[in-house]
């Protein structure tokens, strides 16, 4: 199995040799990823048989991001979830954002100019990977940066414990602590999107493009 070159490897919170060859730096999709569909209690169907994908959206605002505390996982993590049947990753995250906080984002990332008829760039990922859920299912991940253009931080009370924005120094005192791979995601966020570099500007949208 094939991972990301840049990707580093954490250790497994699950304990010693389980999911061996698995990116650890991915561990809170697991938590995403379970929440959604219930992977490891609920029988709830996967969307697809083997290989279901899925969006992480770590949105910053005024140096800070914003993060979830997970009612049934007891962790603190970005928002995030499944991409649906009928949606591209674009939506996905838009909706997840709308979904989890009631703020309207804006993806931050490069789109191609090549929107044609029959054809619709897509605003490409800050990361991905691919994780293993269970001995049978994986998940494909999508890691977005993003901004809050408008609405009222909401908390979905029926998922979530609180909903907070956070500095970097916040990260350090979230109770429970945050996995290392979350925290290296939002300090990342932080220092991309705070020094405006080239690679995190805000994508145009495109025709067809639906929010």
């Known amino acids: 199995m094939a991972f990301h070159k840049s990707a580093s490897r ?7 040799g389980w999911g061996e060859g698995v990116c ?3 561990v809170f999709w697991f938590a995403i990823g379970s929440a959604r569909t219930s992977c490891y209690s609920i029988p709830v169907a996967h969307i697809h048989e083997k290989i279901d994908f899925t969006v992480a959206i770590f949105v910053v605002r005024d140096s800070k991001v914003l993060l979830i505390h997970h009612r049934q ?3 603190w993590l970005p928002l995030g979830g499944h991409i649906e049947l009928d949606e591209d ?3 996905a995250a838009l909706r997840e954002a709308r979904e989890e906080s009631g703020l309207e984002i804006e993806l931050i990332g490069e789109r191609p100019p090549t ?3 029959g054809t619709r760039a897509l605003i490409a990922p800050r990361f ?4 293993r ?3 049978t299912h994986e998940h494909i991940g999508m890691i977005y940066w993003a901004r809050s253009m408008q609405g009222s931080l909401t908390l979905a009370t029926a998922e979530h414990h609180h909903i907070r924005w956070c500095t970097a120094e916040d990260l350090e005192q979230l109770r429970p602590p945050m996995a290392e791979p979350v925290k290296w995601y939002c300090r990342k966020a932080l220092q991309e999107i705070g020094t405006g570099s080239s690679a995190t500007e805000p ?3 495109q025709p067809g493009q639906r929010s």
């Open 10 to 16: 954490a250790p497994s919170p699950w304990g010693e």
């Open 24 to 26: 650890w730096q991915a």
């Open 73 to 75: 996982l007891d962790k």
């Open 89 to 91: 990753p674009e939506q």
């Open 115 to 117: 929107t044609s008829p």
């Open 128 to 131: 991905l990977d691919i994780h």
């Open 133 to 135: 859920i269970t001995d």
């Open 203 to 205: 994508a145009q949208r």
